[in-house]
């Protein structure tokens, strides 16, 4: 699919993996509407990375993905909408549910009906691997029960449910993609591998909340690149599609791995505040991803110690985006 002046639309586009799909299809000479959460700072977020012989094909347009006129203003005119906004914090969906349940489902009811009432080509929606809960199977494909186990996993049912209704009542495009946990340079401190890599770097001990449960690590060039399949191949409308690497690392096997990296001796020590709920943390996480092979011709490419040791690199280099130890929701 030739990606040449074709508009998009990018919701999150000022997050970790938005910025790296703004990045991505402006690259294909997408002309690309990155939608921006309003804030009376002129902040765009992680867009200040993106490489500035892009920019040029991005257009900021500032908004809430709960304001349905906002969102339908945006997408007039465009043909394909990438959509990544969420409040995706776990520990903060315990502490503001109502915020993330309004953020996440009533932000997507509003980007469903600017899909459908703009007569756009191809929505291609952002779903999460924390949907699935623990796993009930060793490989979990896309068969595999919802169990909400968070505000935020049961907000994302919640919107993963409303673009099939959306799909079978309106027959609006949309494929829903499903990573299993992406990393890799500009993410935040709040999730679990950067978390790492800040605490190594600054000291001897990493504070973690429980070691055991496993994550099926996806680095972020490859979380792109199936989202922008999805966008590209009609056979995967109406589906919902799993990107993992169908390789599990526990998050203690992890901490190892990092400190191997950083090049230090680490004392991995459990810190109670880290710890979720028990009938809320998500035990394992081990992707079948066939289906994305199978319908989008996707296969990751980065193997996880190259992908860490990226990251690590970043982190190095933007030690002051981040604060070592603290705790972010």
Same mark, same amino acid.
């Given at each position: 699919?030739?990606w040449?002046?074709?508009s998009? #639309?990018?919701?999150? *586009?000022?997050?970790?993996i938005?910025s790296?799909?703004v990045e ?11 939608? #921006?959460?309003?804030?009376?700072r002129?902040?765009?977020?992680l ?5 500035p012989a ?13 304001d ?7 997408s007039t ?14 520990p ?8 993330v349940?309004d953020?996440?489902?009533?932000g %997507?009811?509003?980007v ?6 703009c ?9 999460t691997?924390?949907?699935?809960? %623990?796993? #009930?199977?060793?490989?979990?494909d ?7 186990q ?29 990573p299993f ?5 500009r993410q ?14 600054a000291g ?7 070691l ?6 996806t680095?972020?060039?490859? %979380?792109v690149?199936?989202? =922008?399949l999805?966008?590209e ?6 589906l919902e599609?799993?990107l993992?690497t169908?390789?599990?690392?526990? =998050?203690?096997?992890?901490?190892r791995?990092? *400190?191997?990296?950083?090049g230090?001796d =680490?004392n991995?020590?459990?810190d109670?505040?880290? =710890?979720?709920?028990?009938r809320?943390?998500v035990?394992r ?25 990226? %990251?690590?690199e ?11 130890g603290?705790?972010?929701?």
């Open positions: 699919m030739n040449l002046d074709r998009v #639309l990018v919701t999150g *586009a000022g997050g970790f938005g790296h799909l991505a299809l402006a690259g294909l000479g997408a002309r690309v509407r990155a939608f #921006l959460r309003y804030t009376s002129p902040d765009n977020g867009l200040r990375f993106v490489d892009r920019l040029g094909n991005v257009e900021i347009v500032r908004g809430d993905l709960r349905g006129d906002a969102i339908r203003l945006a005119g465009v043909d394909t909408i990438f959509h990544l906004g969420a409040l995706i914090g776990i903060y969906s315990y502490v503001h549910p109502r915020e349940v953020t996440n489902v009533l %997507t009811f509003n469903l009906e600017a899909a459908r009432l007569s756009v080509r191809r929505l291609v929606h952002t779903s691997s924390e949907v699935y809960g %623990t796993a #009930l199977a060793e490989r979990i896309e068969g595999h029960r919802l169990q909400g968070s505000p935020y996993s049961a907000s994302k049912i919640g919107a993963d449910k409303l673009v099939e209704s959306y799909a079978r009542s309106f027959g609006v495009s949309a494929v829903t993609i499903r946990n992406t990393y890799g340079p935040s401190a709040r999730a679990i591998v950067p978390t790492i890599i800040t605490q190594a770097l001897r001990e990493v504070r973690l909340g429980s055991t449960p496993t994550r099926d690590l680095f972020v060039r490859d %979380t690149a199936g989202f =922008i999805g966008a191949q009609d056979a995967a409308v109406g599609i799993n993992g169908d390789r599990e690392v526990s =998050i203690g096997d992890l901490a791995q990092i *400190a191997r990296l950083v230090s =680490i991995v020590v459990q109670a505040a880290r =710890i979720r709920p028990e809320s943390e035990m996480l081990h992707a079948d991803a066939s289906l994305a092979h199978r319908v989008l011709g996707w296969h990751p490419a980065v193997q996880l110690e190259a992908g860490l040791a990226e %990251t690590v970043w982190v190095r280099q933007h030690a002051d985006m981040y604060r070592a603290t705790y972010e929701m």
